[in-house]
């Protein structure tokens, strides 16, 4: 294995561009969907590098409480101000292996944990 290709979050049907802005506001780029992409609805998004990406996809059902995925950011204080500003919320963590972390949610309840890129997460 050598990276993470992606990860998918699911929304409910019609609420993508509801959470469209919450990703770009942490730096991600939204891309194109591929035309033999399984479903036409959601959205896709680049990480810095081009290398790794956020699917978000149109489902029915409910979330599982714990699922969730981790980005490492270079200034966590500046995107906890951006959030804030922007009305979403912030919970913090405990610090884990030196680093700042905490948790905020786009605005359909998908969970996103924030860990400062410093040791290990760097």
Do not use: C
């Amino acid at each position: 294995m050598t990276r993470i290709h992606h990860v998918n979050v699911v929304v409910p049907p019609g609420r993508t561009d509801a959470v469209v802005p919450f990703y770009e506001l942490l730096g991600l780029t939204r891309v194109a969907k591929p035309e033999e992409a399984p479903a036409p609805e959601g959205a896709w998004f680049d990480l810095p590098g081009g290398t790794t990406q956020v699917h978000v996809s149109e489902r029915d059902g409910e979330k599982h409480p714990s699922q969730h995925f981790a980005l490492a950011v270079d200034d966590l204080d500046a995107v906890v101000l951006d959030l804030r500003h922007a009305g979403h919320p912030w919970k913090p963590s405990a610090v884990l292996l030196g680093a700042r972390r905490g948790m905020t949610a786009d605005p359909e309840g998908n969970v996103v944990e924030l860990v400062e890129a410093v040791g290990p997460f760097a």
